[in-house]
């Protein structure tokens, strides 16, 4: 670090690269994961989410000392208001855009998907914020997401996904 805590620039600049290819591997190997599951590889399975973990643990470390990592909880809620609000407004727009202009079906549809649970990630981010500002933990304590298109839902899913048809009893449940 140079004095009063600033990273040098090109150290900066390669940490970010870092943070970006581990945070890229931990996600892939979760998907092979998922992929070497559904083929009856629970051992190899195991080994995608093992490895997985640790480039999780290296995109953390790279995230700290880029000073990332908040104390207040609201401003890493913020992080991710901002995140969602990009796609929402700029990224995804002009991703689903260009996939429609080409023609490309498959892009379209995903992009369009990830669109659409954006929107309601903003939101409950949004209100995650205002009550981590009064001190108070989200009200949530199951959250259902569609594993076909990332739709989100607090309480029970509903009988069809809105964005995608899926069954209610596609719905992944997190509860605490």
């Known amino acids: ?7 040098r620039e090109m150290t900066k600049k390669f940490l970010e690269d870092a943070f970006a290819g581990e945070s890229m591997a931990h996600m892939k190997y979760l998907i092979f994961a998922d992929e070497a599951e559904q083929r009856g590889l629970k051992k190899l399975a195991n080994l995608f989410r093992a490895i997985a973990y640790a480039e999780f643990v290296h995109a953390r470390n790279h995230y700290r000392e880029l000073g990332k990592i908040y104390r207040e909880m609201a401003e890493n809620v913020q992080q991710c208001i ?5 796609e929402i407004e700029e990224m995804y727009p ?13 892009a379209e549809r995903s992009t369009k998907f990830a669109w659409e649970a954006e929107k309601i990630h ?5 209100k995650a914020k205002e009550l981590v500002e009064k001190g108070e933990d989200y009200p949530a304590e199951k959250v259902y997401i569609c ?6 839902v607090e309480g029970e899913p509903p009988e069809k996904c809105p964005v995608c048809g899926a069954p209610r009893s596609a719905y992944r449940e997190f509860s605490v």
């Open 94 to 106: 002009v991703y689903n855009t260009v996939a429609q202009f080409q023609q490309e079906k498959g």
């Open 1 to 7: 670090m140079l004095g009063g805590g600033r990273m």
């Open 82 to 86: 901002d995140g969602e609000t990009f």
């Open 147 to 152: 594993p076909v298109c990332g739709h989100t």
């Open 122 to 126: 903003a939101e409950m981010y949004k």
